[in-house]
């Protein structure tokens, strides 16, 4: 078993220092992107400007929008059904995430 297991291991890199077994080719494969006759540097160069420009404009946009301000609403109604308490949180009085000044 072991003697089989070596032989295959030994047929195996014999056939690939060879370029594959006795009489088959293996068939070129052309891509679709190695058929243009386009160079690489230059579409890395073309999507390079695409991006900085794409950056560029996108930093414009969005300091035009942030630099017109929003509106500032009033505070809402203190209504008196709202934030009910009928017995202290364990960790006091307020909320978990609410931080609010009492007066004592």
Request: glycine share 8%.
């Amino acid at each position: 078993m072991a003697s089989s297991m070596v032989r295959s291991a030994f047929l195996r890199t014999a056939l690939r220092a060879r370029g594959g077994a006795p009489g088959s080719t293996v068939p070129n494969r052309n891509f679709a992107s190695s058929s243009g006759h386009h160079d690489d540097a230059y579409e890395t160069a073309k999507w390079e400007k695409i991006t900085y420009l794409g950056i560029a404009s996108c930093t414009a946009l969005a300091f035009y929008i942030l630099s017109k301000g929003h509106p500032h609403h009033e505070e809402p109604p203190a209504y008196p059904y709202l934030h009910i308490r009928n017995k202290e949180f364990p960790w006091g009085p307020d909320g978990l995430f609410e931080v609010k000044h009492h007066d004592h």
